[in-house]
């Protein structure tokens, strides 16, 4: 049974950080990629930031230069650490997994738009806000 249970989330002021972990379990990391999405109040869910198993990233522009995305496989845990956050970045944070196919990772060739179609596991999802 696959699990993914976010932390670290909070409230912060504009160019402030924090650093978000997922724990994950049971699955194979091999065979999977793991991101962040986002959502706010009345948006769409968005993807924020990707990795696979070769370490090989993706980002939205919107984060791009402030997000960083990383994993440890010894503690099975995914982090997102955000620097320089602004307003905007306010929305709930949900660690995600998806199975890697035979291109490769989804999240790396899809439009993000489309990434969260990919998403075969969800986390619950942990709360950011960065006031002004």
């Known amino acids: 049974q696959v699990q993914l249970v976010e932390s670290g989330g909070g409230s912060v002021q504009a160019g402030g950080s924090l650093r978000l972990s997922c724990v994950a379990s049971g699955f194979t990391y091999s065979r999977h990629c793991m991101g962040w999405f986002r959502q706010s109040p009345g948006k769409e869910r968005e993807g924020v930031a990707f990795i696979d198993s070769d370490a090989g990233t993706r980002y939205a522009d919107s984060v791009k230069g402030r997000f960083t995305i990383s994993n440890d496989n010894t503690r099975n845990t995914l982090y997102l650490e955000m620097n320089s956050l602004k307003p905007e970045d306010t929305a709930m944070y949900y660690c995600?997994?998806?199975?890697?196919?035979?291109?490769?990772?989804?999240?790396?060739?899809?439009?993000?738009?489309?990434?969260?179609?990919?998403?075969?596991?969800w986390g619950q999802g942990t709360q950011v806000t960065v006031s002004s």
């Open positions: 995600a997994v998806a199975r890697v196919q035979l291109i490769g990772c989804p999240f790396h060739f899809v439009p993000l738009t489309d990434a969260k179609a990919k998403v075969d596991y």
